[in-house]
């Protein structure tokens, strides 16, 4: 916990904020200029299709989560707060008898619900087949964004996005998505002929499109690579410290709790911000920005608890 606080601590001194926490609005915190802009991060990792609250018995997690407080909370943020963007990080599949009984409908229909603006790709989303993958995303409303995972001779040829752009208030956000190695995690005729590209590379390669020719402003990352292995696997960790261009990582797999982002160095000393917040849709994570002039002189992170 000490480690934790002291990296709620870190993000909040480095981008200049005051140390907000808990219930304290957005609005109390450094505005900046007349010209500065707002902008809200709302994210989800890792729900496996848990769309009712955890039962009430007696559990450290009774009484937690579900869809329809998650949708309450989402509104009530969207009412305070005018620029607002909702992600996932993947494993939206697999988990409660919901999945067993209608393979991911109702979780994709609940997530259309809530206004979703993109979602990334998890290994459990592979598990009833990648035919059924083609049936179930291909309900959502919103972009499924993945850069390191190569579908060409699938059926999901054309049915995702390496990335997209979104603009609020001149604010340009752009959002790509990577993939965890789905050799020895996902059975082969699962995931068929999709090929695996190298994340590093691809973080790398897609960041400075985003950047330079898509002229955004900041750079997220949802990646389902895990947060931090003991080994040499790529995780968001690696992933930070070897990339440039990315501002937040969004991660999943690894069903990591942080009470607020934790930063690591890219190559060219600059922090990228990485946050996660567990599983089961018991958590909200939520980031919330302040730009001047195309930058962002301020920001705070948190992990709101859906109850």
Known sequence: MDALSSNRRQFLKFLGTAAVIGTVAPDTLAVGQAKATSLTILHTNDVHSRLDPFPMDGGRNAGKGGIARRATLIKQIRQEQKNVLLFDAGDVFQGTPYFNLYKGEPEVLAMNRLGYDAGTIGNHDFDGGIDNMVTQFGKASWPLLIANYDFKNTVMDGRTKPYRVFEKEGIRVGVFGLGIQPEGLIPKDAYKETKYLDPIELGNDTAARLRSEQHCDYVICLSHLGFKYDDATVSDNVL?????????IIGGHTHTFLDAPVAVNNPDGQPVWIN?????GINLGRIDLTFEQGKAISSTGKSVEVK
């Open 240 to 248: 930070a410290a070897k990339t440039r261009n990315i501002d937040l």
């Open 276 to 280: 996660q917040v567990g599983f089961a």
